[in-house]
């Protein structure tokens, strides 16, 4: 039964940093996936869309999975793990999805950290990491990112690695189960990160 099969994604790219490790999610990930999105369900809801029942059943685990792997194989999104070069430690995740090629040559950036690791500047240092990925090797033009007025930490991850402010976007999307305002940011492959 085919279908029941999850794709093997072992062979997207991995991004390494000084700090950091990107690399595609494997199924021999969920365990600890699974125990890092459950401690940190509280410190991650005001900022994400309201979770599935089995959100964190290893069903849905597989289905996101698949979802990776089609976006990888039509090149219209990169999901990522971030993990700590230090001891391996899963941190995090970070997406780069809805690819647009042609004219636009862009993408859309998002971000979750664990709880435990929040706050030590993994996110900015993950991000940082992934520019050059985006700019040099997808050949990108733009990467996006939005985030709550009110998310403070996210915001300040973005304008460190660069990202200007560019506009509001009434109820963008729909987080914590309520459409929500968005500060919408870019960053262009030739801006300058001094």
């Known amino acids: 039964m085919a279908f029941l099969r999850v794709p093997t994604i072992d062979s997207g790219p991995v991004v390494e940093g000084g700090l950091l490790t990107l690399r595609m999610p494997q199924a021999a990930d969920y365990q600890a996936w699974a125990e890092l999105r459950a401690q940190s369900r509280e410190f991650l809801t005001p900022w ?6 089995d959100e964190l059943s290893r069903g849905a685990y597989r289905r996101r999975l698949r979802h ?5 194989r039509d090149e219209t999104g990169y999901a990522f793990l ?9 941190l995090g995740g970070l997406s780069l999805s809805n690819i647009r090629r042609g004219v636009t040559q862009s993408a859309a950036l998002g971000y979750w950290m664990g709880m435990p690791h929040a706050g030590q500047g993994f ?16 050949w990108l033009h733009r990467l996006e990112a939005a985030c709550l007025p009110r998310n403070v930490a996210s915001t300040r991850v ?11 976007a009434r109820r963008y999307l729909k987080i914590d189960g309520r459409w929500q305002d968005h500060v ?11």
């Open 123 to 138: 996110m900015t240092e993950a991000v940082r990491t992934v520019l050059p990925f985006v700019f040099n090797s997808l």
């Open 48 to 53: 994400e869309p309201t979770w599935a029942r």
């Open 158 to 168: 973005l304008e460190r690695n660069g990202f200007v402010k560019e506009g509001i």
């Open 184 to 194: 919408l940011y870019a960053t262009l492959a030739d801006d300058s990160r001094g």
């Open 68 to 72: 990776y792997a089609q976006e990888l």
């Open 82 to 90: 971030i993990f700590r070069n230090e001891d391996g430690a899963l």
